[in-house]
Nanobody, 122 residues
Framework: QVQLVESGGGLVQAGGSLRLSCAAS????????MGWFRQAPGKEREFVAA????????YYADSVKGRFTMSRDNRKSTVYLQMTSLQPEDTAVYYC???????????????WGQGTQVTVSS
């Protein structure tokens, strides 16, 4: 079993920055690719970014590439999403996800966090 807990959401003005955190726990956490999704009101869930616990590869949706950056702290079993140049269209609930042996596209996550709200004002 893997448990995911997100934090770091909040209200920010357009052009500002936020850093989201996802703390992962479980015996087999290292098997999982880790990523972020978001869902805005009335819209479908959208993939944002992903990372693994080893190596240097990351993967980003085109909509956030160049603005968002994923990173990790293996000792804390925590992954991060550094969000910069935020725009109102980034407003959504952001969910952490984990997929066992998953590709970085995370097509079928096995576990989800509870979500954290990000609101960007104009």
């Amino acid at each position: 079993q893997v448990q995911l807990v997100e934090s770091g959401g909040g209200l920010v003005q357009a052009g500002g920055s936020l850093r989201l955190s996802c703390a992962a726990s479980g015996r087999t956490v290292s098997r999982y690719a880790m990523g972020w999704f978001r869902q805005a009101p009335g819209k479908e869930r959208e993939f944002v970014a992903a990372i693994r616990w080893s190596g240097d590869n990351t993967y980003y949706a085109d909509s956030v590439k160049g603005r968002f950056t994923m990173s990790r702290d293996n000792r804390k079993s925590t992954v991060y999403l550094q969000m910069t140049s935020l725009q109102p269209e980034d407003t959504a609930v952001y969910y952490c996800a984990a997929e066992e042996f998953g590709p970085l596209s995370l097509p079928d996550p096995d576990y989800w966090g509870q979500g954290t709200q990000v609101t960007v004002s104009s």
